[in-house]
């Protein structure tokens, strides 16, 4: 079971992406690249919230590919966004509510995401009222309780500080190795990589480094 | 008095509501779309805020009377004119209050961004349930102001209505025409009174608007 992703277009005047490559759907593969190179794109496009010419074959399924596109709410990808990724009208359970509503049946058990998450005195909260550590916890548990085939994070503690981030990734390595998801983790910090995925893959000006 | 103030209640409370239902597709495709001529079509529905209202009036009633071409269509259906009758008004009403409904909500739409709308879409929401459960609460502020606004702006309509509605007690007869009847037979007590109560009106309106403002706030992150 594989992940097949080529992707080759114009995105902007001076631009292009074309990358290209194959992984196992399992574990936890890093696309790692400076900013600007491209990885927000392959993600986005992965996720189907962006349509990019290419092919993108996920576990034999086509998503995208000989006049198939297959929309973001049928592809089942958990995302995790760069920032906030809570529906802001919501709290917390209410946004849990919300994927798990829309979800079909699966083995991530509510509680146990709570537990694991350790968002329970959070539930009540807006996301407006909660700390960028807790916000992007409290994003990672929705993402997981939607059931998601496949879990996307695009850059998910940059947007934190230093402690927070070292506090989160210690917490996250563990997380990601008792789910049984593939999980797509976008980031340029070789440490997160390093520490989190099961192999990598390089991006620098919208093309993977063989 | 009473006969037109209902009258006048009656137009600007159906207007408000059709308006609602035509504006909000409108102002989302105006919000959303990347096609090139949205602007075009954005331009021709905030045509009412600069056309003299004898204009607007002019033309609904040429399309109303029972020389048009909508008539004939309408025709088999019993229906010979629309010009000096309260449906008429009410089309006219909508031309004429339309861009007052298309802005705010086009705003609040446009305020929402794509990340709530991306989020849904990746925990299973399809559109029309992403419009419902996100867009909606997202944008209530921008439909209260439009509701405020088409409502008060309805009511203060005079060159539509005086075009189309022919002054008719009981039917077409709205306060800013009444007024104007008042004023031509130097009745300036009554005029008085109308006018009084129309200008409180207004300023409750608006002080309803900018106090929404500030209490139905939308939560940002």
Redesign the interface.
Same mark, same amino acid.
């Given at each position: 079971m594989t992940i097949m992703v080529t992707l080759n277009d114009r995105l902007g005047d001076s631009f292009s992406l074309q990358a290209a490559f194959e992984v196992p759907s399992a574990g936890v593969t890093a696309l790692l690249g400076p900013s600007g190179s491209g990885k927000t794109s392959v993600l986005r496009a992965m996720? *189907?919230?962006d349509r990019i010419a290419g092919q993108i074959i996920f576990n034999g399924e086509v998503w995208q590919g000989n006049g198939i596109f297959v929309?973001?709410?049928?592809r089942?990808? *958990? @995302?995790v966004?760069q920032?906030? *990724?809570?529906?802001?009208?919501l709290s917390v359970a209410e946004n849990l509510d @919300?994927?798990e509503r829309?979800?079909p049946p699966g083995p991530l058990v509510r509680a146990t995401v709570i537990d694991r998450a350790g968002i329970a005195s959070l539930l009540d909260r807006?996301?407006?009222r909660l700390s960028g550590g807790e916000a992007q916890r409290a994003s990672i548990a929705?993402?997981l309780l *939607?059931q998601p085939r496949l879990l996307l994070m695009d850059e998910p503690l940059s947007a934190l500080d230093s402690d927070a981030r070292a506090d989160l990734l210690g917490w996250l390595g563990q997380l990601l190795g008792q789910i049984d998801i593939p999980v797509f983790y976008v980031t340029h910090d070789r440490t997160e990589a390093a520490r989190l995925a099961t192999h990598t893959l390089h991006i620098r000006d919208g093309r993977i480094a063989p | 008095m009473g006969l037109v103030l209902a009258t006048t209640a009656e137009l600007a409370l159906v207007t408000t509501l059709l308006l609602i239902l035509i504006a909000t597709p409108l102002a989302w495709w105006l919000a959303r779309s990347g096609a090139w001529w949205k602007e075009i079509v954005g331009a021709l529905t905030a045509l009412p805020l600069v056309l003299p209202p004898t204009v607007i009036g002019f033309y609904v009633l040429i399309a109303l009377g029972p020389e048009s071409p909508l008539m004939a269509v309408l025709q088999p259906f019993g229906v010979r004119t629309l010009a000096f009758t309260f449906t008429g008004l009410v089309i006219g009403s909508l031309f004429y209050s339309l861009p007052f409904a298309i802005q705010p909500l086009r705003t609040a739409f446009e305020a929402i961004g794509d $990340?709530?709308l991306?989020? /849904? /879409? %990746?925990?299973? /929401?399809?559109p029309l349930?992403r419009f419902v %459960?996100?867009a909606l609460?997202?944008s209530r502020r921008g439909f209260f102001s439009a509701a405020i606004l088409v409502f008060a702006h309805t009511v203060g309509e005079f060159g539509v209505v005086l075009m189309i509605g022919g002054n008719i007690p009981g039917k077409t007869e709205v306060l800013s025409t009444r007024i104007y009847q008042l004023v031509e037979s130097l009745q300036f007590g009554e005029a008085h009174r109308i006018a009084a109560m129309l200008v409180g009106f207004a300023f409750a309106a608006l002080l309803a608007l900018l106090l929404i403002d500030r209490k139905v706030g %939308?939560? $940002?992150?």
């Open positions: 996720a *189907g919230l929309p973001p709410e049928r089942r990808t *958990g @995302y966004f920032g906030v *990724g809570l529906l802001p009208h @919300y994927a829309r979800a807006q996301p407006s929705r993402a *939607g | $990340r709530p991306e989020i /849904a /879409a %990746t925990m299973g /929401a399809r349930d %459960t996100v609460p997202l %939308t939560p $940002r992150p």
